[in-house]
């Protein structure tokens, strides 16, 4: 099995707004339990326009004259959807409050495969060239990186990308690139906040990532031998029915499998969502799935690498939608008595899909394996930075760090 490496960063997604700018802000709450939620979809009816909700459940769309008519979306896992009207976008309301309600719906089906979830997955596979895309696309993608040292957030970089997406019919990542366009950081001045760690991660997230499209990472035959596959409640997205399929190695190999769940949507058979950590059981495996660089020395230990992949319906196809990545480890020098904790958090949201584009990323153009995002995008920060293009929420943690920062300046 083929491993991906790229270096850790973080990108945005952006939209081309026109004059007479509709700026929607809300937060979205669980009907029964009035829980914020996170990672929720927010988009335009009959767009590419959109975003995600941040760990704070709240979400800030910009809207363009022609789109403010058309309404909003909101939809998650295990929820009915919501829809609001161009009316119900109440520009004198300072935050709207979008109430969901929670939804599992029972498969009446499910024995079609003979309660065989392996079956349903190799099913799923196979149906990949006909239940994803058959043309070409270029995304706008906003991305965000985040450092956090112990609860302290030491580094934050953003960044608009593009994505350029090859067509879905052989499952080849060979055309897939994506470019730069827009970035900022800004890190902590303190010299004992400073670590040599290069890991894997970063804005090549939705080419390594994309496992409907990267044959060589989890969904593929040949691994299918080595996990145990079991059928779990099934749920709803976005108001579709959806077979649930938990999964666990089976097997040890050479190098670190994967545990997690996928989401497969019941009509089409496509995956809708995946849900997947690293298998930690064995640690020296695991650090070499993710460790590119360490001063020597240092000593490395992963606590928890998890990923969240998402794709979106529209026009009755499953398009890339959502990516995050979050990394936990340990680091200690020989010969001193405590160890540090540190998070990384990578998180890009696609929008403004583009079928046909003229043009795709030149390889000269394209964000490479081994840069490191940091070093590519300048530093922080203006207040109009992002200006009409639609980005995550910062989190009200995030936005404390990003003014603890810099005052360090």
Known sequence: MKRWVFC???MLVWTNLLFGQLIVNGVVKDKESHRTLANVNVSVIGSNVGTITNADGEFSLKLSQADTGKGLVISHVGYLNVRLSGDELDTDKKRLTIWMIPHTLTLKDVNVFGGNP???????????????????????????????????YIGISEAVMDVYKS????????????????????????????????IAGGPNMPVYLDLAKNEEELLSYNMLPCYRFEMGIPVSIDNRMQYVVHFHPMVKLEVALYKG??????????????????????????????????????????????????????????HLNYIRNDIRFKCDWKKRLFSSSFTTCSEMVMVDRTEQPEERIKSKDAFKQREVFYDVVEAYWNEDFWKDYNIIEPTESLESAVKKLKKQK
């Open 118 to 152: 392996r079956e349903l997955v190799e099913k799923a596979i196979q149906q990949i060239p006909q239940s994803y895309s058959d043309k070409n696309q270029m995304f706008s993608a906003f991305y965000r990186e985040t450092i956090q040292k112990g609860s302290r």
């Open 261 to 318: 769940v996928l989401y497969i949507d019941q009509e089409t058979l496509a995956f809708t969502r995946a849900e997947f950590e690293l298998d930690l059981s064995d640690r020296e495996k695991a650090t070499k799935s993710i460790l590119r660089k360490k001063p020597a020395g240092l000593r490395f230990k992963p606590q928890r690498i998890s990923y969240l992949v998402s794709y979106r319906f529209q026009d009755e196809k499953p």
């Open 8 to 10: 850790l960063g973080m």
């Open 167 to 198: 067509d879905y019919k052989n499952r080849s990542i060979y055309l897939d690139r994506v470019q730069l366009q827009k970035g900022r950081r800004l890190a902590s001045q303190r010299r004992k906040d400073t670590l040599a760690v290069k």
